[in-house]
């Protein structure tokens, strides 16, 4: 089996991308109460700050800073996933090694991870959170998916309410290699 490295910085800024197993599922926003239940109980038990979120049906992205001397963001995570699992349906046609291993087969087993380098990777990362459900047609402003921190960010000075209007294009936004 292989070993994933993991960058761990105490204390520091990470973007996540965080999938559904079904790529095709709805299921993040249909039970949008049951995530948000297990990110505040993940937060009570391992505190982190959500800097920024969008949760779109079949995955989501965001942005966390861990409180200084922490760098246990996979605990966070498994607490998440584990406590959202067990709070809807299974699927009735899971394969015998997902019922061995006693798994839902709700989520992807793995997740994307990227450690926050500096202020300007920090605010790249931050726009592609906001404008994802502009990408994915969901919205035609960030403004507009209810689902998303963007709101927050505008009443907090981040963004101007107009920001990324219809139709724009944030070519530097995102996962990039």
């Not at 105490?10 to 991308?17: A, E, Q, R, V």
């Not at 299974?90 to 709700?106: F, H, M, P, T, Y």
């Amino acid at each position: 089996m292989p070993h994933y490295r993991r960058n761990r910085v105490d204390g520091g800024s990470y973007f996540f991308t965080v999938n559904l197993h079904d790529r095709r599922s709805g299921l993040l926003v249909a039970e949008i109460g049951v995530l948000r239940n297990a990110v505040r109980a993940a937060r009570a038990r391992h505190p982190f700050h959500i800097d920024a979120w969008v949760v779109l049906p079949d995955h989501m992205h965001c942005l966390w800073t861990l409180p200084p001397g922490d760098h246990d963001f996979p605990v966070r995570w498994q607490t998440i996933k584990a406590m959202f699992s067990r709070s809807v349906p299974r699927a009735e046609d899971r394969r015998a090694s997902l019922v061995r291993k006693r798994e839902a087969g709700i989520w992807q087993r793995r997740y994307w991870e990227h450690t926050i380098r500096d202020d300007q990777d920090y605010a790249v990362h931050m726009d592609y959170i906001h404008f994802n459900p502009v990408k994915h047609r969901l919205a035609a402003h960030p403004a507009d998916w209810p689902f998303s921190s963007f709101t927050k960010c505008v009443t907090l000075g981040m963004y101007p309410i107009d920001w990324a209007i219809e139709g724009a294009e944030l070519a530097d936004a995102g996962e990039r290699l």
